[in-house]
Structure formats: C-alpha cells, structure tokens
C-alpha cells in the first residue's frame, strides 16, 4: 500500500505558475505508475497527466505544452509543475497510484479506474 498527500495549491492569477507535490508513504514509489487528475464544480474528475515507472509521460490535450509531471523516486515524490495558467484549470488536484502492469497502464493511464490510491486532494484557484 501507499500513503499519497498532495500539497502546493493555492490562489494563482491567470498566465501564473504554481507546482504541486505529492508525497508518499508506505510501499517504495518505484513500484507505481503515477498520476494527475482534477475535477472542478460540477464537473467529472478527469485525468491531467502520468509518469509511468519507467518515466514515460503522458498528458491530456487541454494541459500539454503548460503541465510538466515528474517523479523522484529516492525523494518519494511526484510533482506537476503547471505554467500559464487559466481559469479552466481552476480545480481539486488529485494525485494517484497504479500498480498495473506497464502494457495496460499504458493503454488506460486516462481512467479513474486503473488507479489503486488516491490522494485527498489539493484546491487550486485561478483567477485575477
């Protein structure tokens, strides 16, 4: 089992930068594929980015080229470095823990479902 606890959030203005992290406790984070998700009022939760355990990312549409996801493995960290941002990205980020084989995580890193742990989340807000 892992213990995830993001932390970072905050109040940012839009074109602002802000970085999360996650930290981890429990089972060695070398043993995860890892990822983002957010979700915003009234909306579905929704995936942002992954690193695999092998550190190969993916992103979604709407943060690519803005988003930067990494891992520290020794440091029992995750991290998502997010530029320019905009109010869209107003959200709960949620980090999150699979223990999937790497042939099916890389197929279904986008899905709620192939995640074993979450984290409580953490509040960002953009707005001016």
């Known amino acids: 089992q892992v213990q995830l606890v993001e932390s970072g959030g905050g109040l940012v203005q839009p074109g602002g930068s802000l970085t999360l992290s996650c930290a981890a406790s429990?089972?060695?984070?070398?043993?995860?594929?890892l990822g983002w998700f957010r979700q915003s009022p009234g909306k579905e939760r929704e995936f942002v980015a992954a690193?695999?355990?092998?550190?190969?990312?993916f992103y979604s549409n709407s943060v690519k080229g803005r988003y930067t996801i990494s891992r520290s493995n020794m440091r029992r960290t995750l991290t998502l470095q997010m530029s320019g941002l905009k109010p869209d990205d107003t959200a709960v980020y949620y980090c999150?823990?699979?223990?999937?084989?790497?042939?099916?995580?890389?197929?279904?890193?986008?899905?709620?479902?192939?995640?074993?742990?979450w984290g409580q989340g953490t509040q960002v807000t953009v707005s001016s």
């Open positions: 429990g089972s060695a984070l070398h043993g995860f594929h």
């Open positions: 999150a823990a699979s223990q999937l084989i790497s042939g099916s995580f890389n197929s279904n890193y986008r899905e709620e479902a192939s995640y074993n742990y």
């Open positions: 690193i695999t355990r092998s550190s190969i990312t």
